[in-house]
């Protein structure tokens, strides 16, 4: 089915309702930011519109705001804006504007769950020596809890160990617990006599089940005589708080939680001593709900936290907390304090008051004011957009229920599925209500095997969509959807893994997930264009593990020799002098030395970031591929310089062209190894390996100036040249090859990622431009004529070629229909140079980034990621090789024009 066919079955069924038909119009005129893009991350932060950011800077430029904290006009203007803003927030909400709310605005959510977590009003293990109660204060915390709400855990320790009780609880205990006051789990607890639950009920619930299991330890039993025998006074002086945090919408999966817990467990549990107090996370959960109802004190939560970027996209630097004024002489202030929140202080006496308003108190320091004035204008341009925030729900639900269901159908050819949702059961997903507008989930190939998440987004981001990934600060929904235990979490740090690397599986399971998520401005063309995308690049259509009866390579060896067809040769031998940059091709006729760790100089050098000493790649700093070396064996020189054209942009129009020139080049003796420098560590694909920098500040500022980075250029200390002599003398290597590849142990490499040699064919090479013809439906063949346009300037061409590969060898001849031959191969002859093959090239991005021109064509990595995938997802093009010295004919060297024979074509 076509998307627009799929677009117009679901515009005209019931499953449309709520959709927002005018959101085409809306996102031309509000988001220009949206043109080509699908963005599916509204989760992480949804999109400001024009409208809001228009009106926002006219607004600042046709006021004066200054500091509030003045009686000047300009201050008082702030502060009636500020006033304004508080006011919309609780309107919003629906929470009393007669003072029974207060709004605090904080950074952030997670600003606003600290500042709760430092004035909450805990019993502490040292407050019990002073006090009746023997017990101390209870944390509980629901386990789909952002890593900002597990953070409150920091509470629980003091200098003395843990000072607070501290649980984690899933949804079913909590349910259980609530579900009826006959519950075997509880029907053993006992409540002081003739005190009612209801008669004990405050505005403050308390904590549902630990994860151990034992729903009755939230259930305090108690004396009855003791009890009942308490002044109000006393009562009051020994009440324990409690708090009780949990999130009304989980980030990780959109999982949504009862907005009716806070009076289920203020009904079920309270007593007269022991409450319990309810933070609620509503930052996910706002971002397209406007159900959150703080009209009903009694039902409501104590604190809401909430960002309000998430709404609105703008500002990014503003939360808030609401909070219930009723707490206002239990929540502490007695640590830090900032300048705004003091009526009166002495300076040489520890005596200070504070404001009265709750607001007053706890916003240290000068509001984020204009960010506030931001907020402001916010409601209204969402109200004049949308026609009120009511009707985002709707319109996210309905395509929440499409993504879901497209996803659910998407089979591989055996009817295994590819979307491996984290959801409860699929009927949750027909229940209103139940989920946010979220779907998090991992993919699996025909056979099982997980696709990692990493190579996912590389896709997606090559497509122009904009998803998540990792573990969404959420180890409680991580760990339960991944099926990962605490040990394991541990164990796969100790294995160099962490949030933000692109391990995405290890042990066989993901370390992380993919996260799609939709907002206000989200439309059915984002959801369609999502789901082709998986349909296209990660459905099996065939067995992938299927044999395929290969060829007899040695008969058609014999017969290709005995043909017409022209035998197979090197066409180019390639040598990458520095890392990362452009390669400098051998000339014809000149012989080039073949060295224990691959071709002679090849990627001997390369560049560091000048703080952290980390090597600089393409796939960071494309414009590497600009700066080409050239090694003149004769001369004992290499020669850097970077492309005419870039260095003319660079330049003022008047500088001599002898200064230009100059500026473009660097000589670099080959003899000079910069042992004068101190050693340092850095990290190659993983390798940790010694490399010692140059000093010279002319040659490090030339390469920063033209990266735009501070660097340094480093050498790797493996070779010593014998004097007089460019030929090295072995020294031993710090790096080998790939264990992955089929290579002898200790194979040495220098700078290179897995092998000393690449080989790759021209005819394989062919291939992929023709797949990327096919792809993008000729457009190929139009790009190459543009290409060949005189108009056109060099830098916007872009054409995909044998240098996007980076081999050292580059072969061409034989069958022109047998494109990919070398997969086939085992050990091949060049020349008199025997080498063997230790398996297939992995390939990442940095193949769509134009040598010339440093442009990205994510065709290229499309291509083959769709026709050179592997099983287990990896994507390969080209061979790596191992030369054998043992086989060869001294002296090893190579020519470009070499004869090529495969094994079995003749003798090797």
């Known amino acids: 089915m076509t998307t627009s066919t799929a677009k117009a079955l679901f515009l005209n069924s019931q499953d449309a309702l709520g959709y927002n038909t005018s959101i085409d119009d809306i996102r031309r005129e509000q988001y220009p930011q949206l043109n080509d893009a699908v963005y599916l991350d509204h989760a992480g932060a949804t999109l400001p519109s024009q409208l809001h950011i228009k009106r926002f800077t006219s607004d600042l430029t046709s006021n004066l705001y200054a500091n509030p904290h003045s009686k000047s006009p300009s201050s008082q203007a702030t502060s009636a804006r500020v006033d304004s803003a508080r006011q919309k927030v609780l309107e919003h909400f629906k929470a009393s504007t007669h003072g029974e709310w207060d709004v605090i605005f904080t950074a952030n959510a997670t600003a606003g769950i600290k500042l709760v977590g430092d004035a909450f009003p805990w019993t502490r293990q040292s407050d019990l020596v002073s006090s009746r109660s023997t017990r101390r204060s209870r944390l509980t915390i629901l386990r789909e809890a952002h890593t900002s709400l597990v953070g409150l855990r920091g509470m629980a320790q003091d200098e003395n160990g843990p000072c607070i009780d501290v649980e984690t609880v899933h949804e079913h205990q909590v349910q259980q617990l609530l579900s009826s006051k006959s519950s075997p789990l509880i029907n053993s607890i006992s409540f002081p006599m003739g005190c009612a639950r209801n008669e004990a009920r405050s505005h403050h619930p308390s904590p549902p089940p630990s994860p151990s299991g034992s729903t009755s330890n939230l259930m305090e039993t108690f004396d009855a005589s003791t009890t009942l025998s308490k002044t109000s006074d006393q009562a009051d002086n020994d009440v324990v708080y409690n708090l009780f945090a949990y999130p009304a919408q989980c980030n990780f999966g959109g999982r949504r939680f009862p907005l009716s817990w806070p009076r289920q467990i203020k009904d079920r549990l309270d007593t007269q001593d022991s409450k319990t107090l309810v933070l609620l996370d509503a930052a996910s959960y706002v971002m397209t709900s406007s159900d959150l109802d703080l009209s009903d004190l009694e039902t409501s939560p104590d604190f809401v936290v909430i960002s309000f970027y998430k709404m609105f996209g703008f500002p990014t630097g503003l939360g808030a907390v609401i909070v219930k004024t009723e707490l206002a002489d239990k929540l502490r202030k007695d640590r830090y304090f900032g300048g705004g929140t003091v009526s009166a202080i002495a300076s040489d006496e520890a005596w200070q008051v504070y404001r009265t308003e709750l607001h007053g108190r706890f916003e240290d320091g000068t509001l984020n004011f204009l960010d506030i004035v931001a907020l402001d204008l916010a409601f209204d341009s969402m109200r004049e957009i949308y026609g009120g925030y009511d009707k985002i729900g709707p319109h996210v639900s309905a395509l ?150 290969s060829m007899d390579l040695i008969g058609e060896s014999i017969e290709a020799e005995q043909s017409t067809l022209p035998p197979v040769h090197v066409d180019s031998v390639v040598i990458y002098p520095i890392k990362s940059c452009r390669g400098y091709k051998i000339p014809r006729g000149k012989a080039w030395p073949i060295a224990p760790h691959g071709l002679l100089y090849d990627r001997e050098w390369m560049l560091v970031d000048e703080i952290t000493g980390a090597a600089l790649t393409q796939k960071r700093f494309p414009r590497m591929c600009m700066i080409r070396a050239e090694i003149l064996l004769d001369q004992n020189l290499m020669i850097v310089e970077h492309d005419q054209e870039e260095m003319q942009k660079e330049h003022v129009q008047t500088q001599a062209s002898a200064s230009t020139a100059a500026d473009r080049r660097l000589y670099i003796s080959l003899d000079e190894m910069p042992t004068e420098a101190a050693k340092s560590s850095s990290r190659v694909c993983g390798d940790c390996t010694t490399v010692v920098h140059y000093t010279s500040p002319q040659i490090n500022e030339w390469f920063s100036r033209f990266l735009g980075k501070p660097c340094r250029l480093a050498r790797q200390p493996v070779t010593e040249p014998s004097v007089g002599s460019a030929t090295p003398t072995n020294t031993p290597s710090s790096r080998f090859v790939k264990s992955h590849l089929n290579a002898p142990e200790g194979a040495p490499i220098l700078l290179s990622n897995e092998s000393p040699f690449l080989l790759i064919s021209d005819k394989s090479v062919s291939r992929v431009r023709d797949w990327i013809d096919e792809h993008d439906e000729g457009q190929g063949a139009v790009r190459r004529l543009a290409n060949s346009s005189l108009d056109l300037p060099a830098s916007a061409r872009h054409e995909m070629t044998s240098d996007s590969f980076r081999a050292n060898f580059v072969t061409q001849g034989g069958d022109p229909a047998l494109s990919f031959e070398e997969d086939h191969w085992t050990r091949i002859q060049i020349g008199e140079q025997v080498f063997d093959i230790l398996g297939p090239c992995r390939r990442c991005h940095m193949v769509t980034i134009d040598q010339k021109t440093a442009m990205k064509n994510s065709d290229v990595f499309l291509a083959l990621s769709k026709n050179r995938k592997a099983p287990s997802g990896q994507i390969f093009f080209g061979m790596h090789m191992l030369h054998r010295p043992d086989l060869s004919v001294a002296p090893y060297v190579v020519h470009v024009g070499d004869r090529i024979r495969t094994k079995g074509s003749g003798p090797l």
């Open 400 to 549: 929440h229920r499409l993504l879901y269901r497209s996803m659910k159908d998407l089979k591989h050819y055996n009817q295994t599925p590819v979307c491996e949702i984290y959801v409860d059961q699929d009927s949750d997903m027909d229940t209103p209500g139940q989920y946010g507008p979220i779907l998090n989930f991992n993919l699996k190939r025909s056979n099982g095997q997980w696709i990692g998440y990493g190579d996912v987004e590389r896709l997606a981001s090559m497509k122009n969509i904009h998803v998540r990934t990792g573990g969404f600060c959420n180890p409680g929904s991580m760990q339960r959807w991944l099926d990962l235990s605490a040990d394991e979490v541990k164990k796969n740090l100790e294995a160099g893994h962490v949030c933000w690397d692109d391990t995405d599986i290890l042990n066989g399971k993901p370390t992380g997930s993919i996260r799609v998520s939709l907002g206000a401005m989200s439309s059915v063309d984002d959801v369609l264009f999502f789901v082709s995308f998986l349909e296209e690049y990660f459905i099996d259509h065939s067995d992938p593990d299927a044999i395929v009866e």
